[in-house]
Structures are given as structure tokens and as C-alpha cells.
């Protein structure tokens, strides 16, 4: 059972900055292909930011060049940069872990942090 715990939202006025890190109880961290996600009020959790195993990343359109997703497999950790928020930014952010082993996909969620942009 992997526990995951985000950390770094809060308040930013548009244009600001903040940066996202989930920390992974597991030791086998560097297996699991990470990602953060996101659900605003009344819409359904959509994926913003992947990276697998190797360190390739994909982001969603929406945030493509201002949201970049990173990995420390030293420290069990995957972040995200998020640079020029937009108020539609607005959700709760979720970290996921998914591995596949031996056809029997794993996945688990963090609890969430909130993200609010908001002048």
C-alpha cells in the first residue's frame, strides 16, 4: 500500500506561482509511473501532468508551458511547477501512482491539496 501526501497549495493571485510536491511512502517509488490531476467544482478529475518511469512527461493542453512535472526518485517525490496561473487553475490537485505488474494495474491517490487563484 503506497501513501501519498501533497503539499504546496494555497492562495495565488493570476500570474503567480507555486509549486506542488507529493511525497511517496513507498521505497519502490522509481517503479510507478506518477501523475497529478485535477477536479474543479462541479467538473469531472481530468490528468494535467504524467511522467513514467524513464522521466518522459506529458501535460495537458491547457497547461502546456506552464506546468512542468518533475521527479526526485531519491526522495520518493514528484512535483509540480505551476507558473502562470490562470484562475480557471482553480481546483483541488490530486498525485497518483500507477504501476502494471503482471497485468494487475496498482493505483493509489493522494488526499488532495487545494489550489486557488484568485485576485
Known amino acids: 500500500q503506497v501513501q501519498l501526501v501533497e503539499s504546496g497549495g494555497g492562495l495565488v493571485q493570476p500570474g503567480g506561482s507555486l509549486r506542488l510536491s507529493c511525497a511517496a511512502s513507498e521505497n519502490t517509488f522509481s517503479t510507478y509511473v506518477m501523475a497529478w490531476y485535477r477536479q474543479a467544482p462541479g467538473k469531472e478529475r481530468e490528468a494535467v501532468a504524467t511522467?513514467?518511469?524513464?522521466?518522459?512527461?506529458t501535460t495537458a493542453d491547457s497547461v502546456k508551458g506552464r506546468f512542468t512535472i518533475s521527479r526526485d526518485n531519491a526522495r520518493d517525490t514528484v512535483y509540480l511547477q505551476m507558473n502562470s496561473l490562470k484562475p480557471e487553475d482553480t481546483a483541488v490537485y490530486y498525485c497518483?501512482?500507477?504501476?502494471?505488474?503482471?497485468?494487475?494495474?496498482?493505483?493509489?491517490w493522494g488526499q488532495g491539496t487545494q489550489v486557488t487563484v484568485s485576485s
Open positions: 497518483n501512482a500507477k504501476r502494471t505488474i503482471l497485468s494487475r494495474i496498482e493505483t493509489y
Open positions: 511522467i513514467a518511469t524513464g522521466g518522459t512527461t
